[in-house]
């Protein structure tokens, strides 16, 4: 199977009640600890690329390594597995050309910074190109807080969605899917202690999602698919990983996985996941590390990495996407 669009999936994962997981790629390890979890489970993919990615593995290099594991599924499992090759977080019409004419089947184009109409008339020009070209778009409503990438919002400049827009927003740019913002958010310190309680084991409590923003945006887009952004759940034990090796990652927080099911089961048919890769793989070389210090071959600390991005993404794909099993 060739790389496809989002649009049947979307349309299966909206009907079937689960999300498809995108997963943040920059390097050879980290596509087939995902590729490889997503062929065991059988499960659609969705592999995402931000601006960073590609300026740090160059485009041909992540395109090339992704068509391997399409072949690789096809050779050693015999089995189709469906991948999207999608541009997170697109911030011009000419960054979104150049991956769609470089061979992505989806692309987001990422303006919920301007005021709504100058977001519509640059995702407008986005979409009529890409449906030229056979590529599906994602726009983005209201701001997600956080960092990820190049993508920096202070919480004080973040806003919720607001329902009343996203019809028109729709309507006007002829977008495939929409990312809105909900009370998630980018990178691994997603609230302050501040936003949060704390637990009885003292571990911080985010503020819940918004489900009366999504409920509303939901009525007012029946059938349409919604993205997340910003949905790591920030596992502790990964936390606890790196700071037992050596790090200093004080109270990082993430969106809890139960919040993210329950997100999944209605209109949201699309959840990023990047930073619990990162923690992963960097707790895993970290505790490596510390081990075996006198080891100096990368494959020696890369292949617990992988095989742990691969056990991470398994069970994000069965037990909070709920995808497992859809990809048949
Ligand atoms: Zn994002």
Redesign the pocket.
């Known amino acids: 199977m060739a790389i496809v669009t989002s649009k049947e999936m979307f349309a299966k994962a909206y009907n079937g009640g689960y999300a498809i997981g995108a997963f943040n790629v920059n390097n050879m390890e980290i596509i087939q600890g995902i590729t490889e979890a997503a062929i065991e489970e059988k499960a659609p993919l969705i592999l995402q690329v931000s601006s960073g990615a590609r300026k740090y593995a160059k485009h041909v290099y992540l395109m090339k390594l992704i068509e391997a594991a399409i072949e690789d599924a096809e050779q050693t499992a015999g089995f189709d597995l469906p991948i999207v090759v999608h541009l ?2 697109g911030d011009s019409f000419e960054l979104c050309k150049s991956c769609i004419d470089g061979g992505f089947s989806s692309v987001m184009i990422d303006k919920s910074g301007l005021p709504i109409e100058e977001n519509i008339k640059i995702t407008k020009q986005v979409v009529e190109y890409a449906h030229d070209h056979g590529v599906v778009v994602e726009a983005e409503l209201g701001t ?1 807080a956080g960092v ?1 990438d190049e ?1 920096k919002v202070k919480a004080e400049d973040s806003s919720y969605t607001r329902p009343e827009d996203v019809q028109h927003f729709v309507e006007a740019t002829g977008c495939d899917s929409l ?1 809105i913002a909900i009370g998630t958010s ?1 990178g691994a310190y997603k609230f302050t202690a501040a936003q949060c309680t704390r637990n009885e084991k003292g571990i911080l409590v985010p503020p819940p999602l918004r489900f009366d923003i999504l409920d509303e945006v939901s009525k007012r887009l029946p059938g349409f698919p919604i993205v997340l ?2 949905s790591s759940s920030v596992p502790q034990e990964y936390v606890k990983m790196i700071n037992d090796n050596g790090g200093k990652m004080p109270d990082a927080v993430g969106i809890p996985e139960e919040q993210l099911r329950q997100a999944a089961r209605g209109a949201v048919c699309k959840i ?1 996941i990047d930073s619990d890769l990162r923690l992963a793989m960097t707790g895993t070389i970290r505790q490596y590390f510390n081990e075996h210090p006198d080891h100096f071959d990368p494959r020696q600390y890369l292949k617990p990495a992988r095989a742990n991005i691969k056990e991470l993404v398994k069970h994000k794909l069965v037990d909070v996407l709920g995808c497992a099993g859809k990809a048949q």
């Open positions: 997170d977080h997600l990820e993508v990312a980018h952004h910003g990023n």
